[in-house]
């Protein structure tokens, strides 16, 4: 069974709110921003500046990170602070997933997973237009608005992603499934992504 599912997607796809409302039907708890929130927290750090070194990190260093840290073989105090962010994360995630029944929102978490048969790994994305148009809907932005912040975080996302796990970003080799929000809606995709889990049991 699917105790776990992890959801990459691109900006105003609505994989948020899938997340969100999956996990509400499922009785799971969501993990989101709130990996961020927590792992700054432990690292003493205000979220809005460890959210800029997470987003904007170069990457090599911390899938190098990712590989050894999970061998025990580096010392956590001499780290960078963008090291020490996704060594943080990794143990929210993990810890999250060894108690199981959870949703979990961006993060690579689907990477950090990955030898895991429980976990089901998800990517939402939708065409250019509509993605435009829920962001100018829900965040109450112009079409430039939106259309800049959705370069300025799919850049961000995709970066970030690859960086960490060398996997592409969206592709779907690396997810057990792919849902176009734009053309199958919102509640569809709850309503497959709930199928999934039950007959998984």
Not at 117 to 122: A, G, P, S
């Amino acid at each position: 069974m699917y105790h776990i599912i992890t959801i990459e997607r691109s900006y105003g796809s609505g994989g948020n709110e899938i997340g969100k409302r999956l996990a509400e039907k499922l009785g799971y708890k969501l993990f989101d921003r709130n990996i961020l929130i927590e792992a700054a927290q432990n690292l003493n750090t205000p979220p809005m500046y460890i959210e800029n070194l997470e987003e904007s990190s170069s990457g090599s260093l911390i899938f190098n990170l990712s590989k050894s840290y999970s061998k025990g073989n580096m010392d956590e105090k001499s780290l960078p602070l963008a090291e020490k962010l996704f060594a943080e994360e990794k143990r929210i995630i993990e810890k999250a997933a060894d108690e199981g029944g959870c949703v979990i929102v961006g993060r690579g978490a689907g990477y950090i997973l990955k030898d895991r048969e429980d976990c089901l790994r998800v990517f939402v994305h939708a065409e250019r237009e509509k993605r435009i148009h829920r962001a100018m809907e829900k965040e109450h932005m112009s079409q430039t608005e939106a259309e800049n912040a959705m370069k300025k975080f799919d850049k961000r996302r995709k970066g970030f992603y690859n960086s960490v796990t060398k996997w592409e970003w969206g592709n779907p080799q690396y997810f057990e499934l792919c849902l176009d929000s734009g053309k199958l809606g919102i509640d569809l995709c709850i309503k497959l992504l709930t199928g999934v889990v039950s007959a998984s049991e």
